[in-house]
């Protein structure tokens, strides 16, 4: 079993910055596990965001957040963040933590077994 919890969510204006938060619990949680944000809008399917998987930092962004996200993680405290700056309103979803019994996975939401319940981010122009 595997738990994972989100924060950092909330309101934020056209051009500013949220950091969400992710920890993982449970005995059969590992930091091999590759971590990763998903996110969906209202009336949108769950789109990849961001991934890092635990070997060589591998990581890999949606084209949409390139140069603006910045995921990084804590294997020590089995956390991942998830940095969003020049925020813009199509930035708004439901944020969602993943995690996968993977070394490394690609940006498929089917590949990911553990999900976080989710965080609001709402850009605001």
């Known amino acids: 079993q595997v738990r994972l919890v989100e924060s950092g969510g909330g309101l934020v204006q056209v051009g500013g910055s949220l950091r969400l938060s992710c920890t993982a619990s449970g005995r059969t949680f590992r930091s091999t596990y590759t971590m990763g944000w998903f996110r969906q809008a209202p009336g949108k399917e769950r789109e990849f965001v961001a991934a890092a998987s635990w070997i060589g930092g591998r990581i890999s962004y949606a084209d949409s957040v390139k140069g603006r996200f910045t995921i990084s993680r804590d294997n020590a405290k089995n956390t991942v963040f998830l940095q969003m700056n020049a925020m813009k309103p199509e930035d708004t979803a439901v944020y969602y933590c993943?995690?996968?019994?993977?070394?490394?996975?690609?940006?498929?939401?089917?590949?990911?077994?553990?999900w976080g319940q989710g965080t609001q981010v709402t850009v605001s122009s």
């Open positions: 993943a995690a996968a019994a993977k070394l490394s996975v690609g940006p498929s939401s089917d590949e990911y077994e553990y």
